[in-house]
């Protein structure tokens, strides 16, 4: 008997191998997993109780009411109108991202190196061809025009559809594109009509509140993605939004509906109620944004120092809660502990101190590179979330776990 082969993702698997070793007693420093440590708003969690009762089936897009104010929501939040009709409502981003790939027939899906773990096997599954476009440490991990333009010249796409994703505020690095990195990437995707999955999931997460979203720039081919997981804090209550172009030729429109309808039918009612909560972009939820930043950038700033100090090469976050560790200066002494590629490192790491970190290879990187993610989130988000008015001043205490792990980390390298 046949069957497909798919590989368990990357962090899924890393969640539940730290999880043992911690059942077994030891002490493990949970960098590995990007989970929110913040608990949605309480008004949220609220609707959400109040709605347990809430047992039907919605539209497969999602009830309206709740479109309509994800549709003003991003509308305020990122500048760019944005009606109703063009929202998607789904359980998570991660259904909507695929279906998305799957709405697509034949195309070539350009996927920079690194990207979160997702995105390749996704455009695979769907059975498409996936060209990776590197990036540097130098380069700040951010694809280059003439990289992408090289990329999609040298692969000749013939009759197949162009499709690039693109996250920022990034995972795993941590980075954004500032608006003239963007205006000189859409040079090239509009001279190739390149479709774009804009994944702005880390969007309202961006450490200064200054995201720019590409369907801004380039309204015409951008689908962007989003969702309650990282900005409210509500991973595992599976709610993801899409928005699409406001010309989406309706035939992607229907091929997403269609494939939403075979699939997961629609997200659970009692979510889409909460969302609605959530969705109010009010005094009370600009302030939970604005608290959630201001801690990240304090303790994202906290880890990057310690990992500077410890030798190791990083570039300062500016949004989301991940970290790029480029352990290259350390290579001599990794290939005197026999220690060969990325995933040798972070199993070692593992178990000899505890820390666990994701290899860069799970993000696209060459095996060789040395590179790991670290996700700053081994903290107590509710305590540091009273706390935010005078975080910086706190910030050794509430990361202090994580910055045990660090020093365990330096130890280790030394
Ligand atoms: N996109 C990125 C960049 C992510 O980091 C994640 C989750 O880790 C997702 C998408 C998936 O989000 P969801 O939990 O809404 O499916």
Redesign the pocket.
């Known amino acids: 008997m046949a069957f497909l082969k798919v590989a368990k993702s990357g ?1 899924l698997s890393l969640n539940e191998k730290s999880r043992a070793l911690a059942d077994a007693g030891r002490k493990v420093y949970r960098f590995g997993f ?1 989970e929110s440590p913040f608990p949605p708003p309480r008004r949220v969690q609220a609707a959400l109780r109040s709605a347990a009762h809430r047992t039907d089936y919605t539209a497969v897009a999602g009830m309206p009411v709740l479109r309509e104010k994800v549709a003003a929501f991003h509308h305020e939040a990122d500048g760019y109108p944005i009606e109703p009709r063009q929202v998607l409502i789904a359980p ?3 259904p909507l ?1 695929y279906n998305v790939m799957r709405a697509f027939q034949r195309a070539v899906v350009y996927v920079p190196a690194p990207a ?1 773990v997702s995105y390749e096997p996704q455009a695979r599954l769907a059975g498409h061809q996936v060209v990776r476009i590197p990036t540097t440490f130098e380069g700040r991990w951010r694809v280059k025009p003439v990289d992408l333009e090289r990329a999609i010249l040298r692969q000749g796409a013939g009759d197949r559809q162009k499709l690039m994703v693109l ?1 920022y505020p990034g ?1 795993p690095d941590g980075l954004t594109y500032s608006y003239e990195e963007l205006q000189a990437l859409t040079a090239v995707l509009r001279r190739h009509g390149v479709w774009v999955i804009a ?1 702005e ?1 880390y969007a309202l997460l961006d450490h200064r509140g200054r995201h720019v979203s590409l369907a801004r720039l380039y309204p015409e081919r951008t689908i962007v993605t989003t ?1 309650l ?1 990282k900005w409210c804090g509500a ?1 595992g209550w599976r709610l ?1 939004t899409l928005i699409l172009p406001p010309d989406a030729p309706s035939a992607l429109h229907d091929a997403l509906i269609g494939l939403g309808s075979e699939t997961y039918s629609c997200a659970p009612a009692p979510i889409q109620v909460a969302a609605q909560s959530a969705y109010e972009l009010d005094a009370e939820l600009h302030d939970f944004l604005a608290a959630q930043r201001r801690i990240l950038r304090a303790i994202g700033s906290a880890v990057h120092r310690a990992l500077v100090e410890a030798g190791i090469r990083a570039h300062a976050p500016q949004g989301g809660f991940y970290l790029l560790l480029d352990f290259s200066p350390f290579s001599k002494l990794l290939a005197e502990r026999g220690i060969r590629s990325d995933s040798q490192l972070c199993d070692r790491l593992l178990a000899d101190t505890g820390v666990a970190l994701l290899p860069g290879e799970a993000f696209g990187m060459p095996a060789g590179s040395f590179t790991a993610r670290l996700a700053y989130v081994d903290f107590d988000g509710a305590a540091a979330l009273r706390d935010a008015e005078r975080i910086e001043a706190t910030v050794i205490e509430h990361a202090a776990k994580m910055l045990e792990g660090l020093a365990a980390l330096r130890e280790w390298l030394s």
């Open positions: 962090t990007g998570g981003t991660k991202l979160w996250n995972n994944d999931i969702g997981s991973g993801g």
